[in-house]
């Protein structure tokens, strides 16, 4: 208890001297005094709403609107898709369409006698016949061979 009375004691002595030395001056506080009421009203600016509306234009013309055409574009040559056609699906599996079961899956043959459902919307690209034969490597090395012979 005498410890609280001594720190009371101190702390009282401390606020008088400070309110005796800052009186009469506005050392810490300044007064605030209301403005006058002819700074116009405080109604609805249009112009404020002009930067989100031009950020949202931007928005739409870079990255919506692509990204709209890109979809719509696959969504059309996957509806294409037919028997005989070489795919490359999202995980990266070439094969080629051997039945095509219904709207939303095709069967794909991705080796001899592996047959594979493979959903539409997987398919990412309709590969040009003959990017997916090995044989390809194996032309393009005999034509290596015969440049390099001659």
Do not use: C
């Not at 609107?65 to 999202?90: C, F, N, W, Y």
Request: net charge positive; proline share 3%.
């Amino acid at each position: 208890m005498l410890i609280v009375e001594i720190f009371n004691y101190f702390n009282y002595r401390i606020l008088q001297y400070l309110f005796i030395a800052l009186e009469g001056e506005d050392m810490f506080v300044s007064i605030a005094y209301a403005q006058s009421a002819g700074g116009g009203g405080g109604g609805f600016d249009p112009l404020q709403l002009l930067p989100l509306v031009l950020i949202f234009v931007v928005f739409y013309f870079l990255l919506i609107r692509p990204q709209q055409k890109k979809a719509k574009a696959h969504r059309e040559m996957v509806s294409q898709v037919k028997r005989g056609d070489k795919i490359l699906t999202g995980g990266g599996i070439y094969g080629k369409v051997i039945k095509v079961i219904d709207e939303h899956s095709v069967q794909v043959e991705i080796s001899d006698g592996v047959k594979v459902h493979v959903a539409r919307p997987t398919i990412t690209t309709v590969v040009d016949r003959g990017d997916v034969n090995t044989n390809n490597n194996n032309n393009d090395k005999a034509q290596s061979k015969q440049s390099s012979e001659k």
